[in-house]
Nanobody, 118 residues
């Protein structure tokens, strides 16, 4: 079973940037649609970005469109999320996963905490 490990989170000021990485082990994710999700306290986990297997098609939630960029490196079995112009409301834990439609279909990792101060 593929295991996913997220990293790259941290504390930044509003307007700053972070780059999250998702490393896969125990199998390949190169043929899968992959996505980044986030879950704020008291809210459901939401899909914020999705990328097809070749990297030629992407989707972004309205809340992050124009600020976040998802990418992947199939040779490295990894997926990334470049987050620019961060806002305090982006503060939460971010997770990567295999995506089917708008839902995750794999096991969850521990996520990567992002905190944006105002």
């Amino acid at each position: 079973q593929v295991q996913l490990v997220e990293s790259g989170g941290g504390l930044v000021q509003a307007g700053g940037s972070l780059r999250l990485s998702c490393a896969a082990s125990g199998g390949t994710v190169s043929s899968y649609v992959m996505g980044w999700f986030r879950q704020a306290p008291g809210k459901e986990r939401e899909l914020v970005a999705r990328i097809n297997w070749s990297g030629t098609s992407t989707y972004y939630a309205d809340s992050v469109k124009g600020r976040f960029t998802i990418s992947r490196d199939n040779a490295k079995n990894a997926v990334y999320l470049q987050m620019n112009s961060l806002k305090p409301e982006d503060t939460t834990v971010y997770y990567c996963n295999h995506v089917v439609g708008a839902a995750a279909s794999g096991s969850w990792g521990l996520g990567s905490q992002v905190a944006v101060s105002s």
